[in-house]
Nanobody
Framework: QLQLVESGGDLVQPGGSLTLSCVGSAPAFTTYALGWFRQAPGKDRDVVAAITWDSARTYYSDSVKGRFVIARDNGRDTGTLHMTRLTPEDTGVYYC?????????????WGRGTQVTVSS
């Protein structure tokens, strides 16, 4: 069973930066698209960024385009989400997930999430 573990969530001031990491537990990590999802309080979980298995294509939601960068290192079964110019609207639980349907279709495997809070 492929497992994902996120880390890097924290309390950060508006305008700050943060990098989230996601580590997979099996080599199959490299065969799936990787997505980062955000669930803000009282809202649905939505994809904010995604990357194909070979890093050939990336996707960003309009709300994070130009501020967030997604990357992956298949040699280490790791994905990252580098977030800059954070605003309170970026607050939420961030999940990484693996799936076949880039960028926002069905994702098969999910981590437990990491909390990001943007507040002064």
């Amino acid at each position: 069973q492929l497992q994902l573990v996120e880390s890097g969530g924290d309390l950060v001031q508006p305008g700050g930066s943060l990098t989230l990491s996601c580590v997979g537990s099996a080599p199959a990590f490299t065969t799936y698209a990787l997505g980062w999802f955000r669930q803000a309080p009282g809202k649905d979980r939505d994809v904010v960024a995604a990357i194909t298995w070979d890093s050939a294509r990336t996707y960003y939601s309009d709300s994070v385009k130009g501020r967030f960068v997604i990357a992956r290192d298949n040699g280490r079964d790791t994905g990252t989400l580098h977030m800059t110019r954070l605003t309170p609207e970026d607050t939420g639980v961030y999940y990484c997930a693996l799936g076949r349907d880039f960028p926002s279709g069905h994702y098969n495997y999910w981590g437990r999430g990491t909390q990001v809070t943007v507040s002064s």
